[in-house]
């Protein structure tokens, strides 16, 4: 059987990591993988995680199975998280929501249930999108289709196309919104056009699913919301898929959770137990520590200020790095107007730079960008690096 397999292709992202990992240039710098770093080059486990930890370490007595949905506890700081303690949705009981291994997870588990109760249901994608959420919903037999997202001329967010598209989508058919920081353009909605894209989900009827991966890191924990509650105040049902892989650093604790807004409580229920019976049959039940840290730091008002600051920090930092490197860019002599930059939110920049101009920074400098829109994690630019980063792209472009 395996003697008959050919290689498979690497991963467009994480093989960057591969081949940055194996490359002996001192002065490497990866910019392509999306993990958050400090100026040090570090990803920090945050103070409030380590606090919560050892709390958790203290009371700890048993490493029993979690339930199938995950903890309860940490269900509810979710669901309080993304909409507030006291939104309708809530005390209505008109929501579920499971835990799942990272927001991956979340996807893939949403996959399944539109896959094996909605079967004619087709999934629509922004083009661009993350580069894995075609490739996991396909994995899960979701039929896709795209609607324009970005303009890579103009370096703006394509409103008129999008909407336009949305127009189009059939009822009952679903469409992914990134809630906030939008892999990898980087370029979000404003609360204005967040309204005509609710308005657009109500009269055309199709059931959004809002990846929202990146709460906090945009313009904040309730600023990035905007998106999400715009569209949970139509009454529409929805999903929500979050992780906090980077809002909370925890990376390899493969921490998130899918959410399932409902119109009544009797149809949440029922949707928990379909939902139940696919993960049951896809991983059984979750990882307990990463949702013990999660609930630990969002149950306790301590804790949850020091997380508060802690992502206000992260969040500084990303959109001074953008500034910095607009204007480092103009420093250099680059002509080309990179001020765009300075507008996107979250970790990554479509910088406008071509898949040949990618491969002769990762060839001729061991600069690793994401050929597709040279999407850059800015993240991984720091105050030691940025003059050799922006004085191969002067290079590159003026060559």
């Known amino acids: 059987m395996f003697e008959t397999l050919e290689q498979a292709p690497p991963d467009p992202i994480l093989g960057l990591t591969t081949a940055f990992n194996a490359d002996p240039n001192?002065?490497?710098?990866?910019?392509?993988?999306?993990?958050?770093?400090?100026?040090?080059?570090?990803?920090?486990?945050?103070?409030s995680v380590k606090t919560a930890e050892?709390?958790?370490?203290?009371?700890?007595?048993?490493?029993?199975?979690?339930?199938?949905?995950?903890?309860?506890?940490?269900?509810?700081?979710?669901?309080?998280?993304?909409f507030g303690a006291d939104h309708e949705?809530?005390?209505?009981?008109?929501?579920?929501?499971?835990?799942?291994?990272?927001?991956?997870?979340?996807l893939r588990v949403a996959g399944d249930f539109i896959s094996k109760l909605f079967p004619?249901?087709?999934?629509?994608?922004?083009?661009?999108?993350?580069?894995?959420?075609?490739?996991?919903?396909?994995?899960?037999?979701?039929?896709i289709k795209t609607y324009p997202y970005y303009d890579s001329e103009a370096n703006v967010l394509?409103?008129?196309?999008?909407?336009?598209?949305?127009?189009?989508?059939?009822?009952?058919?679903?469409v992914l919104l990134h809630g906030c920081c939008h892999n990898p353009t980087g370029m979000d909605p404003t609360p204005e056009q967040w309204e005509e894209i609710a308005d657009v989900v109500q009269s055309r009827k199709f059931i959004p699913l809002v990846d929202f991966a990146y709460q906090g890191l945009g313009d904040g924990l309730d600023a990035d919301g905007k998106g999400l509650h715009t569209l949970a105040a139509t009454g529409c049902e929805m999903f929500v898929a979050n992780s906090f892989s980077k809002n909370f650093g925890l990376y390899c604790e493969r921490i998130g959770a899918l959410t399932l807004v409902t119109s009544d409580k009797?149809?949440?229920?029922?949707?928990?137990?379909?939902?139940?019976?696919?993960?049951?049959?896809?991983?059984?039940?979750p990882p307990a520590h990463g949702s013990s840290i999660v609930a630990t730091v969002l149950n306790d008002l301590e804790l949850r200020a020091g997380w508060d600051a802690e992502v206000k920090e992260m969040r500084d930092r990303i959109n001074g790095v953008r500034r910095k490197l607009v204007d480092a860019l103009k420093t250099k002599g680059v002509k080309r107007d990179f001020s765009f930059i300075a507008?996107?939110?979250?970790?990554?920049?479509?910088?406008?730079?071509t898949p040949e101009q990618v491969d002769k920074l990762r060839e001729e400098y061991s600069i690793y960008v994401v050929k597709t829109g040279g999407r850059i994690n800015v993240a991984g630019i720091r105050d030691e690096n940025i003059d050799y980063l922006c004085d191969s792209i002067a290079t590159v472009l003026n060559a």
């Open 343 to 353: 507008r996107q939110r979250g970790m990554f920049s479509f910088s406008g730079l």
């Open 89 to 106: 949705i809530l005390l209505s009981e008109r929501t579920v929501t499971v835990q799942t291994p990272g927001g991956t997870g979340a």
């Open 26 to 47: 001192p002065n490497k710098i990866n910019l392509g993988v999306g993990v958050y770093k400090d100026d040090d080059g570090n990803t920090p486990v945050f103070k």
């Open 120 to 143: 004619d249901a087709t999934l629509w994608l922004s083009d661009p999108t993350w580069a894995n959420h075609p490739k996991v919903f396909d994995a899960a037999g979701v039929p």
């Open 158 to 174: 394509d409103f008129g196309a999008l909407i336009e598209a949305l127009n189009q989508v059939p009822e009952g058919d679903v």
């Open 266 to 285: 009797d149809a949440a229920a029922v949707a928990k137990s379909h939902v139940l019976i696919m993960i049951r049959t896809n991983y059984s039940n």
């Open 54 to 82: 050892e709390r958790i370490l203290q009371v700890e007595d048993t490493k029993n199975y979690l339930t199938i949905d995950g903890d309860p506890g940490y269900g509810a700081a979710v669901q309080q998280l993304l």
